[in-house]
């Protein structure tokens, strides 16, 4: 009876043992791996540095794709119904976190999510003025991350060292892009306070750059392209047009020289997707978007296109050169 007694509680121990191993395994097998979905607006260099910046910051703050994470990657392709459709997929698979590439995709994860899913802006101009967050330093609500404020008053001091003699500054943007009217606007207002003759023209889809670059052209003595996604997206055709009529354009962003733009200070696109990856890291951790500040990368970084320069004639000076070397680029 002692034999059979010490054979049951061996044998009940072996399977309580067995049973626990076999818990602890299936918990650790059953794990959640958090899914981010990444919505990007369109196909440009710009928006596409972003999205790489993305996944390195991701990857600093613990989170490798394929390994600890799921990324579920969509691009609308400049399609706003696009933009919807995908959102609302991101929501309907429960979709841990969403990060927004470009403002429109922005207001369509923010509308799709409603106040649950967190949303993580990677360089949105104008996140305020785009109905997304209360203020940059509260947000507020489900929203947070980073936004590229273009530094205009340099892009126009630099414009001006450029292309001295230029009387009147062509000022392009897209009705559709908020960022992009943002911008526009911010820079004719500087233009006015530093006595700077201007004028805005528009494009509704990049099927009108022809035609408005055309009639720009013929009116201006210089361009101002500011960070916009359309503009960007056309930046090829816009170039095309004012090569023709000798007028130098100064765009926003890096990719945009190298596209055939002269020069500019540039926000590095790279750097504010890989913040906004660390920030989309921590709120996966925990952290409430509510109370985390919006992130600013404000500081250019001098980009110059000396082909370009030398199809319009014009010498870059020495210090911008030197700059560009120094912390920077130079397209050849």
């Known amino acids: 009876m002692l034999a059979f007694i010490s054979a049951l509680i061996v044998f009940l121990g072996i399977a309580f043992f067995m049973t626990g191993n076999s818990t602890t395994t299936k918990t650790t097998s059953t794990k959640k791996v958090p899914t981010?979905?990444?919505?990007?607006?369109?196909?440009?260099?710009?928006?596409?540095?972003?999205?790489?910046?993305?996944?390195?910051?991701?990857?600093?703050?613990?989170?490798?794709?394929?390994?600890?994470?799921?990324?579920?990657?969509?691009?609308?392709?400049?399609?706003?119904?696009?933009?919807?459709?995908?959102?609302?997929?991101?929501?309907?698979?429960?979709?841990?976190?969403?990060?927004?590439?470009?403002?429109?995709?922005?207001?369509?994860?923010?509308?799709?999510?409603?106040?649950?899913?967190?949303?993580?802006?990677?360089?949105?101009?104008?996140?305020?003025?785009?109905?997304?967050?209360?203020?940059?330093?509260?947000?507020?609500?489900?929203?947070?991350?980073?936004?590229?404020?273009?530094?205009?008053?340099?892009?126009?001091?630099?414009?001006?060292q450029l292309v001295p003699k230029a009387k009147k500054i062509g000022i392009i943007y897209t009705t559709s892009d908020h960022g992009g009217e943002y911008n526009a606007k911010k820079f004719a207002k500087i233009c006015k306070q530093e006595g700077v003759a201007y004028k805005l023209y528009t494009i509704s889809s990049t099927n009108d750059m022809q035609q408005v670059a055309e009639t720009m052209a013929s009116q201006v003595d210089a361009v101002y392209a500011p960070q916009d996604n359309g503009v960007a997206s056309a930046m090829k055709t816009l170039i095309s047009v004012t090569n023709k009529a000798k007028v130098p354009v100064i765009p926003a962003v890096d990719t945009m020289v190298k596209d055939g733009g002269l020069a500019t200070l540039s926000v590095n696109q790279f750097e504010l997707g890989k913040l906004s990856g660390e920030m989309a890291a921590k709120v996966l951790k925990g952290k409430s978007p509510a109370t985390y500040p919006i992130k600013l990368i404000t500081k250019g970084e001098m980009t110059l296109n000396l082909t370009e320069a030398k199809k319009l004639g014009i010498t870059f000076p020495a210090s911008v050169i030197k700059e560009a070397k120094q912390k920077g680029e130079i397209f050849k």
Not at 57 to 83: E, F, R, V, W
């Open 36 to 160: 981010v979905g990444i919505l990007q607006l369109q196909t440009h260099p710009a928006l596409d540095a972003i999205h790489r910046g993305i996944i390195a910051g991701l990857k600093t703050g613990g989170y490798t794709p394929g390994k600890n994470i799921k990324i579920d990657y969509q691009n609308a392709q400049g399609d706003q119904s696009n933009l919807k459709t995908m959102s609302q997929k991101f929501i309907n698979e429960n979709a841990d976190e969403t990060i927004a590439i470009a403002t429109p995709s922005a207001q369509a994860l923010a509308n799709a999510a409603g106040k649950d899913t967190p949303v993580i802006l990677a360089g949105i101009t104008d996140p305020v003025g785009g109905g997304l967050i209360k203020s940059n330093q509260h947000p507020g609500g489900n929203v947070t991350g980073t936004s590229g404020e273009s530094p205009l008053k340099s892009h126009l001091d630099l414009l001006r």
